[in-house]
């Protein structure tokens, strides 16, 4: 049973452009969380969904941030305009239909900002 | 809102000493806690959840033990090898409702040989 994966590990953007991050949950798991990693900060809850859902949103920046987790396919946190304090980790995690079970996470995304 | 310490920030220890973690939570009623260990540049490895009706929970070399009504956990890892040279971060979830967990800033923490 493969873990959370997270592609692309690295990924690099200048100003102004987006990037989109993906993430495919361990097998039989249907939550999906996403947290973010800023430089020398703690890790600090973005979003949980559920397939076709959003379910908690309240960690999430109120612009250019946007997240899904289609029917089909990995969850997908995108953000537009990306600026230099998006620079950091972004982790995404996954637990079984029992929600509240250990969550599993992926080995992360490091976005940089040019 | 739940807040997570943990103290020290960072911890340097000789090889075979045994490593105290503490973690502290200001909203007591939790529905569990975890502790995850996270390599550089890597993800987070979960280590031990300790439910809100537990007192401790042990694998191994380590041991968690939890108190609810003073806001406080412990990781006690015996006899501290180079290879446990990590960032040791705890978490908790609510206990009323969601998912989400709120990390404490993390212990990095050196084991000299």
């Known amino acids: 049973n493969a873990g959370v994966m997270q592609n692309p590990r690295h990924l690099v953007r200048r100003r102004g452009q987006e990037a989109r991050l993906r993430c495919s949950p361990m097998?039989?798991?249907?939550?999906v969380y996403w947290y973010r990693q800023l430089p020398e900060e703690g890790l600090k809850f973005m979003v949980y969904?559920?397939?076709?859902?959003?379910?908690?949103e309240s960690g999430m920046p109120k612009e250019r941030f946007s997240a899904e987790f289609p029917k089909e396919g990995p969850s997908i946190l995108r953000i537009q305009q990306v600026v230099r304090g998006d620079s950091a980790a972004y982790f995404c995690?996954?637990?079984?239909?029992?929600?509240?079970?250990?969550?599993?996470f992926g080995p992360g995304t490091r976005l940089l900002v040019l | 809102k739940q807040e997570v310490t943990q103290i020290p920030a960072a911890l340097s220890v000789p090889e075979g000493e045994n490593l105290v973690l503490n973690c502290s939570f200001t909203?007591?009623?939790?529905?569990?806690l975890q502790w995850f260990r996270q390599d550089p540049g890597k993800g987070l490895t979960s280590l031990l959840l300790?439910?809100?009706?537990?007192r401790e929970q042990t694998s191994g070399r380590l041991n968690a033990s939890l108190d609810k009504s003073s806001g406080r956990s412990t990781l006690y890892i015996a006899a501290s090898q180079p290879g446990d040279s990590a960032t040791y971060l705890c978490?908790?979830?609510?206990?009323?409702?969601?998912?989400?967990?709120?990390f404490g800033g993390g212990t990095r923490v050196l084991v000299k040989p």
């Open positions: 995690a996954s637990s079984p239909p029992l929600a509240r079970e250990t969550q599993y």
């Open positions: 097998k039989g798991h249907s939550h």
């Open positions: 969904l559920q397939k076709e859902n959003i379910i908690d």
């Open positions: 909203d007591s009623a939790i529905y569990n």
């Open positions: 300790i439910q809100s009706s537990q």
């Open positions: 978490a908790v979830i609510r206990g009323a409702a969601g998912n989400k967990l709120t």
